[in-house]
Structure formats: C-alpha cells, structure tokens
C-alpha cells in the first residue's frame, strides 16, 4: 500500500488543521483542530471520512485552538491511541479546551457541543505522550517521527514523519524572527519528498514585533 496523505481540514482554508497520514501498517494524524468563526460540526475537520478508532495516533504541533480543539471529539468518535506532544505543549493544550469547553456551555445549543468534560479530562489524562525535541519515536509499522522547535508558541513543534519509505515534513505554524521565543531551524530537517506548509500569511508582508510594540506605546 502506497503512503496516502487525506486532508480533513486546513486545505484551502484558514482553520481545523487536520491532515491523517496513512501507510501499510499505521495511521497518523497531524493536528485536530476547529474553525474559529463556525459552532458545531461545521467547525470541526470533516472526520466522517475517516475511522477514528483506526488512528493510531495523533499529533499536535502547538495548543493553539485552530490546531487542537477537536481532538477531544476524537475520543467521542472511538480514538483509543496516543497524543504525542512536547510536555510544554500539553501544558497549554489543557488550558485552551477548558476555555473552549467554557465557550461551549455558555454560548452554543447543547446539542451542538463537540466534546464534554469526560472527553476532556481522559484525552489528558490517559491519552497524552510527551516526547522532547529532536528525540526519535517508532511508531507501528516501522515509521519515524520526531519533532523539532518550532518558534511559534511554547512547545510547539514542526514535525519530521518517515514512513512506508516516504520523507515527509509538516510545519504546523511557525515562529519569526521577531518573536521571543527560540527562532524556528530547518537545519535538523533533512530532505524531504513531501512538505505541508502553513501559509496563512505567506503572501502578506508584515511588520515585525519591534515595530508593533514601538506602535503600540504611542499615545
């Protein structure tokens, strides 16, 4: 079986990051996140295309809620594998579904809830593996992850995949220059055959932190 990449959220679109990479003998997937402006359903990735029960494990770049704030349907849905993420990450991700579960109970009909407390607190208690950065995990089937700094928000990571033969890089977000956290290095990546780039703002030319903060102190 070929390595096969299915894109349940974030193609095309900003938000609900969610991309299951699937081989002969594993299934990954990289992030579960929500739409930010949709409730409901319509703001999760479009996991009827996929058996949640069949994912081996998933994993998360960074807490941000556009990246982690479905994972715990997953576990409604039948997901009974592991969340990888760096312990810093996991930190904050607990943080982010208690707001976002807060959210839901003030502002959404009940029957439009994504998750409850009990997903939550299980996916956090029994799901989460820490991993630190640039340390080499072996998942089923023979594949290879690692994940490596990615500047963007404390713990978050841009993921190193090598599975079924195949090279593969996913960026999640990524930190710049400008920002007070250790600056995102591709050096530890090497080549890869396929690379999943955020790009949100790829086209846009923005000013850096310095000269938002100076902008930000006039009166």
């Not at 396929?194 to 850096?208: A, D, I, M, P, W």
């Amino acid at each position: 079986m070929a390595v096969k990449a299915i894109i349940l959220g974030s193609g095309r679109e900003v938000g609900r990051a969610c991309i299951v990479i699937k081989g002969e003998s594993t299934s990954l997937m990289l992030d579960c996140g929500v739409h930010p402006t949709a409730t409901g359903l319509d703001a999760t990735p479009k996991l009827d295309l996929v058996n949640a029960d069949l994912i081996d494990n998933v994993v998360l770049t960074h807490a941000h809620l556009d990246h982690s704030g479905a994972v715990p349907r997953l576990l409604k849905l039948g997901f009974r594998g592991k969340i990888i993420t760096t312990l810093p990450m996991a930190a904050l991700v607990g943080m982010m579904w208690r707001d976002q579960l807060s959210i839901m109970k003030r502002e959404w009909p009940e029957d439009s809830r994504l998750w409850d407390s009990k997903e939550m607190n299980l996916a956090l208690a029994r799901h989460i593996r820490y991993v630190t950065y640039e340390e080499e995990l072996r998942l089923p089937g023979g594949a290879r992850l690692v994940l490596h700094d990615a500047g963007h928000l404390l713990g978050s990571s841009f993921v190193e995949l090598e599975i079924g033969g195949l090279r593969i890089g996913y960026t999640g977000d990524l930190g710049t220059s400008s920002n007070h956290l250790q600056y995102w290095d591709a050096t530890p990546l090497r080549g890869v055959d396929v690379l999943f780039c955020e790009s949100t703002y790829g086209g846009v030319e923005r000013k850096g932190r310095e000269a938002l903060e100076r902008a930000g102190g006039r009166r």
